[in-house]
């Protein structure tokens, strides 16, 4: 899914590189470009959240945490996450009702008359994958870790 939303980031890039040359040149830019620019980040922007869910890349505050033992640590890690899990479901039915809410309004942007509600559709997918990836670690979190051949007794 990031590599996806990159793509489209790096695509809006250029198709607005492209059109600030065109402008530049004295044929005029294209039409609707920071329309295009808008929707492509607002849509993909949630398309890195579940690559940073799974690698756990969000702020973390540990000052207080720090000289905790492990197991007191990993219990708070795994709390979080559930929490985490919860959060993402909540935005990501939260956006799914915008999503059908905007699309009955039959919004559209002014100027390319693209529909916006196309916007919500990766919000939906990034978030609901993220909450999925989120309470995978949580269960994963609360397995009991495997013996080594040296642990057995």
Request: aromatic share 12%; net charge neutral.
């Amino acid at each position: 899914m990031a590599g996806l939303g990159g793509i489209v980031i790096f695509g809006a890039a250029v198709f607005v590189t492209f059109s600030v040359i065109r402008a530049t040149l004295g044929m005029g830019s294209f039409r609707g470009e920071f329309e295009l620019v808008e929707l492509s980040c607002a849509a993909c922007a949630s398309l890195f959240l579940p690559l940073c869910q799974l690698t756990k890349g969000h702020v973390m505050v540990d000052v207080f945490t720090g000289r905790l033992p492990v197991a007191a640590n990993r219990a708070m890690d795994t709390l979080w996450m559930a929490m985490f899990a919860a959060a993402w479901a909540l935005l990501c039915w939260q956006l799914f009702h915008g999503l059908n809410e905007i699309r009955g309004y039959g919004d559209r942007t002014m100027l390319l008359g693209a529909p916006i509600w196309w916007a919500y559709v990766p919000a939906v997918l990034g978030t609901g994958f993220s909450g999925l990836i989120a309470l995978y670690l949580v269960v994963a979190d609360l397995r009991p870790a495997p013996l080594n051949r040296g642990d057995e007794v």
